[in-house]
């Protein structure tokens, strides 16, 4: 088991450094000029000469990445003598636009991001998994048929179009929930999960559908197994039969795309967040990019496939402990 976490942390490892290289390229090796953006149009050539020396952009493309790649794992200096900026590890560089570090920018919006992700997360996958549960045991029944239309119902409307139905039923023609904003938690539990209510449902709205789908469809196959007629026919309870023989090799699929959607909404659920106005990584994002702040928008790409790729990392740990012929063949 060690040796399989040590190989899975080395691959890990490597992934973030590939990605850190081609997040660094796209943005710092494209045509337009870093220094520009942070100067802004109306900035002289002597600036744009001097902010292109402190930010250490008329150094090769290999020393920049070396520079970047040190400032995440030890920090950095820009600059030098009286005008030398200290940026703390990790280092993500500083905004374009608020000349914040974007490493500060970034963990100051995670609560909000954690909390839209979270709570989605366990409500799509109780309601999706048991969903299709029930209709795999009732296939071809009434019930099978609207579940999985209401599934597809689900996957097919907008985040955008339920959100703001949403808002319109729930906060302006009913007064059940107030306009969402981020609540502290531990002050405030009822109006943290009070203002949390509607992005989760425009959430799971989406998510369940298809982990309804897909957990159907592989309780089907497990059902149709020789191993689920043998325990039936040795005269095992029908729970502990799906409970045990048939639920269990279905979930295997579930963990695998739960890990990766829960890994992309901790790195912001941009759509969900700038519909509600919620002050999460994917609002900072969505902001970055209007802007064209190249260092947030880097920053955020970073931390998001970060997400992504531990959150795979623990899928692959979870599959060692469930099937041990993982670890053998890992």
């Known amino acids: 088991m060690i040796l399989y976490l040590l190989r899975r942390l080395a691959v890990t ?20 000029d870093p220094a520009q953006g942070a100067c802004g149009k109306a900035c002289s050539p002597e600036r744009i000469t001097e902010i292109r020396t402190t930010l250490g952009l008329n150094h090769s493309p290999l020393s920049q990445f070396g520079d970047y790649l040190t400032g995440i794992v030890s920090g ?18 500083f905004s374009f636009q608020t000349n914040q570090p974007v490493w500060q920018m970034l963990t100051s919006r995670l609560p909000a991001s954690f909390s839209i992700a979270v709570g989605a997360a366990v409500l799509w996958l109780a309601v999706g998994v048991a969903a299709g549960v029930v209709s795999a045991l009732r296939c071809g029944s009434l ?33 059940l929930l107030p306009y969402p904003q981020v609540e502290p938690l531990t002050t405030d539990p009822v109006g943290w999960a009070q203002s949390m209510v509607m992005p989760w449902i425009t959430l799971a709205m989406l998510y369940a559908g298809i982990y309804a789908r897909v957990t159907r469809g592989e ?18 309870p029908e729970i502990t039969v799906v409970r045990r023989h048939a639920l269990r090799p279905a979930l295997m699929p579930i963990v695998t795309i739960f890990g990766m959607d829960l890994g992309a909404l901790l790195g912001g659920a941009l759509i969900t967040e700038s519909v509600f106005g919620l002050p999460g990584v994917g609002k900072l994002a969505a902001d970055a990019i209007s802007s064209a702040d190249q260092p947030v928008i880097l920053g955020v790409t ?17 599959y060692a402990v469930l099937d041990p012929r993982v670890r053998a063949v890992g």
Not at 160 to 170: D, E
Not at 302 to 318: E, I, P, R, T
Request: hydrophobic share 60%; charged share 10%; with cysteine.
């Open 76 to 93: 950095r200096t820009y600059g030098t003598g009286e005008h030398a900026v200290n940026c703390p590890f990790p280092c993500l560089g």
């Open 143 to 175: 019930w099978d048929r609207a579940a999985m239309t209401a599934a597809l119902g689900g996957v097919s409307l907008p985040i955008y179009f339920t959100a703001l139905v949403l808002q319109y039923l729930l906060v302006v023609q009913l007064d």
């Open 13 to 32: 490892a490597a992934i973030l450094l590939v990605i850190c290289a081609a997040t660094f390229a796209i943005f710092y090796l494209m045509p337009a």
């Open 219 to 236: 309780m089907l196959e497990s059902l149709g197994q020789n191993y689920v007629r043998t325990a039936r026919a040795k005269g095992l």
């Open 302 to 318: 970073l931390f998001a496939a970060s997400f992504v790729v531990l959150a795979n990392l623990l899928v692959d740990l979870v």
